[in-house]
Each structure stands twice: as structure tokens, then as C-alpha cells.
């Protein structure tokens, strides 16, 4: 569950200097001067580590690092045996480091390519979208991203070999960032690496993780059998479902806000077609939700239950 992490350790009481030690446990360790102090940096397999006399930074996929790559999973109590082989290499205890990043993922072996999935997510309130290459979407505010993309694609993008167990599998990966202020967004107090084994914080990712999932809007597609477009009203609105879905709701939306920003259509205009979308597209009579969303949604939800947040 748990990939990418950014950790902060700092210790200005009790003297110790942590430029005499761990910089010889790094490999390709470099020095650096800035504002006259003298920082080291350098690697733990794919971890980077940067060390300055009262502070020690750690950040990048733990998940890799201790399991060798990323289509696996960290769960809640290998990820305790990761940090406890950090703390011992290092010769640090880094169970009272600060967490400022934390990813939590997983992959889900689907029916169809992740491509048709990502398709059928339209926007995220107050977030904003864009696509990015490995067919992949993502949804970012400055303190949270989204992100859903083709696992595989960028396995192999990285130079990756693929298990010959995983090569036929379509693989959609899952991926909730939490890329600053963590706290604020867990509403904690602190948020340390002892946080990452104790059951209530997981617990806590769980809700966050599903939730933040289930706020995206889902575009349904159209129902072809629909019977209730009676009349010239009923044409119009029949007309309009067949529109939006020929057109792609995501794409008319962002067209609609391209058209107002460049002055082509009136504020009015702009309310009023939005609404006509979202009155039309939650019509169950011309939509239904999409056999994709249904499984998407299943896998999500089953992952959630399965103890890799609450139990191991």
C-alpha cells in the first residue's frame, strides 16, 4: 500500500552531528557547501539521502527499495520491517521521523487496458486535471494528487522488465500523493514514521484513500434502449445524452471553459450549458453507469477489505 515516502529526521539537543556517520554508508556520496555549511548526499539503493549536520532526509519508493520493485505490495507490517532495516542501517532511529510525502497505491489486475478505465473518470472538484504519458490521468491541488495510469507501461518506460506472471495482465495502478502539509490534511498534530505501522492511521488512509476515489465524477454511458424521450422535449433531451456522450463529457466541459476564457460564448451561456450537461448526464433515463466504473469501483472497495490498510 504504502510507496513513496519523504522523511525528515532533525536533532538540534543532542549534539550529535550526523555528517559523521552516515555519509560512509551512502553509495556515490557528494559534498556540498550552501550558506557555509556543508551538506552530503547520496543513495541507499534507489532511496536518496541527504544529511546535514542536525537533519537526515530520506525519500523515494520504499516499497522498491525494500521489495525490489513496485507491483508488489507494502503492507502495514512489512512496512515496519522496512523502516526498522532503514533505522539499523543507518544506525538511526528513524521511527520518530517527520513524514512529508506519502503515496499509497495499488495495482489492480482488470478485465479490459487501463486506457478504457482512465476514459470513463471526468473531473474532481476543486482538483485540477490532466493526462500524462503511460495512458494515465491525475487530479492535483497543491497539497493532494491523484493519480490512475497503465502500470505496466510505465514499468517497461522506466527500462523495467515485466514477471512473465504479469506480462498478459491489464494492470491499473491507484495512487493517492499526499505531497505537503500532511498533517493538516490527516487533521494530526504530528505525523511520524511510527504513525505508518499503528493500525488507527491506517485505518485513517483507508477512508482517505476510498474516498478521495469516490469523489471523482464517473461518466456513465449512454442507454441505447432508452424508451422515455417522448415528445419534442424529450427528443431535445434524448439529443443532448447522444451529444455529450458522442463528444466526451470531460472533453465538452473543458471546451465550454476554453470557449468562455477566450470571450466566444457569455458567463450566462457558459452556467447554462454546464447545467444542461449535468442535468442531462445524471438523467438515469439516457444513462447508465459503465460495466468499467462497476468493476473499477468493486476492485477498489475489495482492496480496501482485504487487510492490507487495517490488518497485516
Not at 525528515?8 to 555528517?19: A, N, V
Not at 511510527?194 to 488507527?200: A, E, F
Request: glycine share 6%; with cysteine; charged share 25%.
Amino acid at each position: 500500500m504504502i510507496d513513496t515516502i519523504k522523511y525528515r529526521l532533525s536533532d538540534y539537543r543532542s549534539g550529535t552531528d550526523f555528517r559523521e556517520h552516515i555519509p560512509c554508508l551512502l553509495e556515490n556520496p557528494m559534498k556540498s557547501v550552501k550558506e557555509d555549511e556543508t551538506f552530503f548526499s547520496g543513495n541507499l539503493g534507489n532511496l536518496k539521502v541527504k544529511v546535514s549536520k542536525n537533519s537526515l532526509r530520506v525519500e523515494n519508493s520504499l516499497c522498491k527499495w525494500f521489495l525490489g520493485d513496485n507491483l508488489q505490495t507494502l503492507t502495514r507490517e512489512s512496512i515496519g520491517f522496512a523502516n526498522e532495516k532503514l533505522s539499523d542501517i543507518l544506525h538511526v532511529n528513524m521511527q520518530n521521523a517527520d513524514v512529508t510525502r506519502l503515496d499509497i497505491g495499488q495495482n489492480y489486475s482488470t478485465i479490459h487496458k487501463p486506457a478504457v478505465y482512465i476514459n470513463s473518470l471526468g473531473e474532481l472538484a476543486r482538483f485540477r486535471k490532466g493526462v500524462f504519458a503511460n495512458e494515465g490521468v491525475n487530479y492535483r491541488t497543491k497539497n493532494i494528487e491523484l493519480a490512475l495510469y497503465d502500470k505496466l507501461k510505465e514499468h517497461k518506460a522506466k527500462g523495467n522488465k515485466v514477471p512473465a506472471d504479469l506480462a498478459s495482465q491489464n494492470l491499473l495502478r491507484y495512487e493517492l500523493r499526499l505531497m505537503k502539509n500532511i498533517r493538516s490534511t490527516l487533521n494530526r498534530p504530528e505525523f511520524t514514521v511510527k504513525d505508518l505501522s499503528n493500525i488507527d492511521t491506517y485505518n485513517q488512509l483507508q477512508q482517505l484513500y476510498n474516498s478521495m476515489y469516490n469523489k471523482i465524477d464517473k461518466l456513465p454511458e449512454i442507454n441505447m434502449g432508452a424508451s422515455g424521450a417522448k415528445g419534442v422535449k424529450g427528443f431535445k433531451k434524448m439529443s443532448s445524452a447522444y451529444f455529450i456522450n458522442a463528444f466526451g463529457q470531460a472533453e465538452l466541459i473543458q471546451q465550454i471553459k476554453t470557449d468562455f476564457q477566450m470571450g466566444r460564448i457569455s458567463e450566462k451561456d457558459r452556467r447554462g450549458m454546464l447545467r444542461l450537461i449535468k442535468e442531462t448526464s445524471n438523467n438515469q433515463t439516457f444513462f447508465v453507469e459503465r460495466e468499467c466504473v462497476h468493476e473499477l469501483n468493486a476492485l477498489i472497495e475489495s482492496f480496501s477489505n482485504q487487510g492490507n490498510f487495517n490488518g497485516l
